[in-house]
């Protein structure tokens, strides 16, 4: 079941060039990670980490790339390494800038 605010970061990305993967009109993910990550960059935006659209923005930046610099039929196309490389960069920006100990090693 999901949350009104899953509801809502689903919603905004259909028909959106970086919507999720669907089978059968529900979110398709092949490996355990792949739900995972989903799971954590929504939580992280509705805890108020960072933006839901700054998130998207990133997401929509990486599929930009990757089809920048591969074929359409590639057999390497991952949706959620794009997905992963779009989190880790907002966490960096958002989440580790706002936390002056991130970063710092500990004793």
């Known amino acids: 079941m999901q949350t009104s605010f899953e509801h809502f970061a689903v919603a905004s990305m259909m028909g959106q060039s970086d919507t999720p993967p669907r089978a059968n009109g529900s979110l398709c993910f092949h490996q355990p990670w792949e739900r995972q990550a989903f799971g954590l960059a929504v939580a992280l935006a509705r805890d108020g980490h960072f933006e839901w659209e700054d998130f998207r923005q990133l997401l929509i930046a990486e599929i930009a790339a990757w089809e920048a610099s591969h074929s359409r039929n590639d057999p390497g196309w991952d949706y959620y390494e794009c997905w992963l490389n779009a989190l880790e960069r907002v966490t ?9 100990l991130a970063g710092a090693s500990a004793p």
């Not at 960096?92 to 002056?100: K, N, T």
Request: charge should be neutral; hydrophobic fraction near 55%; aromatic fraction near 0%.
């Open 92 to 100: 960096r920006a958002h989440v580790v800038a706002a936390d002056p």
